[in-house]
């Protein structure tokens, strides 16, 4: 297709893992980003995975790319109240940042 | 990490009236900075691109007499949103990079506007 695109919504219970599926376009994409975006917020970089890395860990948070098949996903290891947010993956085409459609991630107790 | 600080957060005015808003980058020199629209429960629309000292480069749809972009040094970009009305009221979001290959682009907070 020609959206990046990422399931709507995921809901986890506080302490279990979280895994954020991204589907992207352009295969020539140099880098690939996580932002997170809290209600009223701007957008806060997460972390970036390079297109010649096949994962990325950075404290809690692990990137994995799958690059044949266009495949991103960020996974939050024990996660907490305060990760709950939206989180947009995004693509550079033409020089732009490309989003995602964004995950609304809703941790509960 | 790198921070970017955008002015003022919450606008509330007449239609009519012209908005401006500043975005900056306060530890590096942004050469590029961006213009994003967001609509509620949506993602980030770019509006538009500028380059420092250059005009801006709009996406298509956007109207550049209407969203009016000053990049005018290397830290300081505009948005002035002329002859508000209601319908362009909306969370706009800017963003800034530096002039290295790769870099990430670094968001401001937003400003919510609201035309009466």
């Known amino acids: 297709g020609e959206d990046v695109e990422q399931s709507l919504f995921l809901s986890v219970r506080e302490g279990d893992s979280s895994v954020i599926n991204c589907t992207y376009t352009?295969?020539?994409?140099?880098?690939l980003y996580w932002y997170k975006q809290e209600p009223g917020a701007g957008l806060q970089l997460l972390t970036y995975?390079?297109?010649?890395?096949d994962m990325k860990q950075d404290q809690r948070l692990t990137v994995l790319l799958n690059k044949k098949d266009k495949h991103l996903s960020l996974r939050i290891a024990d996660t907490q109240t305060g990760d709950s947010a939206i989180y947009f993956c995004?693509?550079?085409?033409?020089?732009?940042?490309?989003f995602g459609t964004g995950t609304r991630l809703q941790v509960f107790p | 990490g790198a921070v970017v600080s955008q002015h003022p957060s919450r606008v509330i005015c007449k239609s009519g009236t012209s908005v401006k808003i500043e975005c900056r980058s306060l530890?590096?020199?942004?050469?590029?900075m961006f213009w994003y629209r967001q609509f509620p429960k949506q993602s980030l629309m770019l509006m538009a691109t500028?380059?420092?000292?250059?005009?801006?480069?709009?996406e298509q749809g956007v109207e550049k007499d209407k969203f009016l972009i000053n990049h005018a040094s290397l830290t300081l970009s505009t948005l002035t949103v002329t002859s508000a009305h209601p319908e362009d009221s909306s969370f706009y979001i800017c963003?800034?990079?530096?002039?290295?290959?790769?870099?990430?682009?670094?968001f401001g907070d937003g400003t919510r506007l609201s035309i009466l």
């Open positions: 963003s800034a990079r530096g002039s290295r290959g790769g870099e990430a682009q670094h």
């Open positions: 352009d295969s020539s994409s140099t880098y």
């Open positions: 995975i390079f297109s010649n890395m």
């Open positions: 995004a693509e550079v085409k033409a020089d732009k940042l490309i």
């Open positions: 530890d590096f020199q942004a050469t590029t």
């Open positions: 500028s380059n420092e000292g250059s005009k801006a480069t709009y």
